[in-house]
């Protein structure tokens, strides 16, 4: 088990199904009818060539030409196949593409599991990368052109490497995610900021270590003896909490710790401070990507490359309350057990002054947020391919009560995920996942549960690691599977036609 295991069954269920899906849907669909000729464009060489509806840098294009390049020798010696580049550049082959990342992607997020849950066995860990690889929007994107799987896969690139502090190459793999898809900027972002917390927080506690052993070395008299001993209790407890965490997996921002989020603030920014000028020097690839996007932005007049129009940046707030909802439904076993419901009951009530003021901020917060922003966009109410298409007609826009009715529900996903991810993560960490998630989601003017897969896989893999059993993550993959079959089902042999356009419609994500 291992890697290699994780590689090879991966493989497994990706190629069959993408040979089923290029059979019968050969030709490009949805956002593909975009991606594909840009792609072949470039297999041309014809690189100043630009569809005005990509909305997305070209950096997919770029990871397909250098595909193609690794395919076509290949190629040439099999009869009947491409006998030139711009031939090998077919439909199919462009989504083999991310058929390669999709496998790539599955050894990264073993790697990152091995980091974070080092006690776990190889054959749990082999598991649980397993069960992620079938994340329903990612394995239906697996199987198609589109930006997604090669997006996730930067990205998780770029963490492990920040999580080992090899912040040049974190960096370059950022640069790459930002090319992919800009909005990744906001998850390098995410990336740095936890490396500094993770880097100011060790040193603090090097820091103090190194005070506890010249206090050693002082106290040489009788009278020291006592002083001597309780020293060595405090080093011990300082090593054991920042013993090689780099061999063990663990960062300082996952350690267990019972201080308050004022207090992790105000730690992380009192030491940045007086380790600026190193944090700068460490921390200056990321800047430097940061800023150069920066100047893109003001050179480009927005965020989006073409169809500036239907991609206004918004304040949709309640695009973070449907993330909960989706995320918390995908892995029901975690939020919605009997444990889980009485461990968020106890809290409340233990804490019950605070608790019960948090609560009525995040309602009200809640209710604010779905009554004044909360957008439908042209797309969603007239494109009825998409499944998020009838849930808002059904269910979040059948009733006007309704979508006051599901605020609680909102309310609780999120409090249950923040709640699994502090067991695990230091709260000032917690905090900047949710301002990182808050800055991809609440500018999306589109409800696009694609744009949630970044956001659900750092929660899966910092909340769900050393806290969840083997039922929890079988009955979670199970759910993973059932939802898939059923989209493949729906997209592969339920198609469907259009009387004001020609062509055939499928369900789609």
Request: net charge positive; glycine share 4%; charged share 15%.
């Amino acid at each position: 088990m291992g890697k290699l295991a994780v590689a090879a069954i991966t493989s497994l269920w990706v190629i069959p199904m993408s040979i089923i899906v290029n059979h019968i849907v050969p030709e490009p669909y949805m956002d593909e009818i975009f991606h594909v000729p840009q792609a072949q464009q470039y297999c041309n060489g014809n690189f100043r060539s630009w569809d005005p509806m990509i909305t997305t840098p070209p950096g997919l294009y770029y990871l397909s030409l250098a595909h193609v390049a690794s395919l076509f020798p290949g190629m040439l010696l099999m009869k009947n196949t491409a006998q030139s580049f711009s031939e090998a550049c077919s439909t199919s082959v462009l989504r083999s593409t991310n058929a390669v990342f999709a496998v790539l992607c599955g050894v990264l997020v073993y790697e990152i599991i091995r980091f974070l849950g080092p006690n776990l066995s190889d054959r749990k860990a082999t598991f649980m990368a397993l069960v992620m690889s079938l994340y329903p929007l990612h394995w239906f994107f697996t199987f198609l052109y589109y930006t997604d799987v090669a997006s996730l896969t930067a990205v998780l690139a770029m963490y492990l490497t920040c999580l080992n502090r090899r912040y040049m190459l974190s960096a370059l793999f950022g640069t790459l995610a930002v090319f992919i898809r800009q909005t990744n900027v906001v998850w390098m972002l995410f990336v740095a900021c936890s490396g500094v917390i993770d880097f100011t927080l060790d040193s603090s506690r090097q820091k103090g270590k190194q005070e506890v052993n010249q206090e050693l070395h002082q106290s040489s008299d009788r009278e020291g003896t006592a002083l001597r001993s309780n020293l060595r209790k405090r080093k011990s407890d300082i090593s054991s909490d920042t013993s090689d965490r780099f061999n063990h997996g663990q960062t300082v921002s996952s350690t267990k710790d019972t201080s308050g989020l004022l207090y992790d603030v105000y730690a992380v920014i009192s030491t940045s401070w007086n380790m600026k000028w190193r944090i700068l020097i460490k921390f200056s690839p990321f800047i430097f990507v940061v800023v150069a996007f920066g100047i893109f932005i003001l050179w480009n007049g927005g965020i989006v490359l073409g169809a500036k129009e239907a991609h206004v940046v918004s304040l949709h707030f309640a695009q973070i309350m449907y993330f909960s909802l989706v995320s918390a439904l995908f892995t029901a076993p975690l939020h919605f057990s009997v444990n889980q419901l009485r461990n968020q009951f106890q809290k409340l009530h233990r804490n019950w002054p605070l608790s019960l003021l948090l609560s009525l901020v995040a309602l009200v917060a809640g209710f604010v947020s779905v009554h004044f922003f909360s957008l439908a966009h042209p797309y969603l109410l007239a494109d009825n391919r998409h499944y998020p298409f009838y849930l808002w007609r059904r269910i979040i826009n059948a009733h006007w009560l309704m979508k006051y009715m599901l605020v609680p529900v909102y309310v609780y996903s999120w409090f249950s995920i923040l709640t699994l991810l502090a067991k695990t993560r230091r709260k000032i960490w917690v905090l900047v996942y949710f301002l990182a998630t808050c800055g991809v989601l609440v500018p999306t003017p589109l409800i696009e549960f694609r744009y949630y897969t970044i956001p659900f896989y750092l929660f899966m893999l910092h909340s769900c690691v050393r806290s969840s059993g083997f039922a929890t993550w079988l009955l979670i993959g199970t759910i993973f599977v059932s939802i898939n079959v059923f989209t493949v089902v729906m997209f592969l042999f339920r198609p469907f036609k259009w009387s004001h356009e020609d062509g055939v419609q499928r369900f789609i994500w």
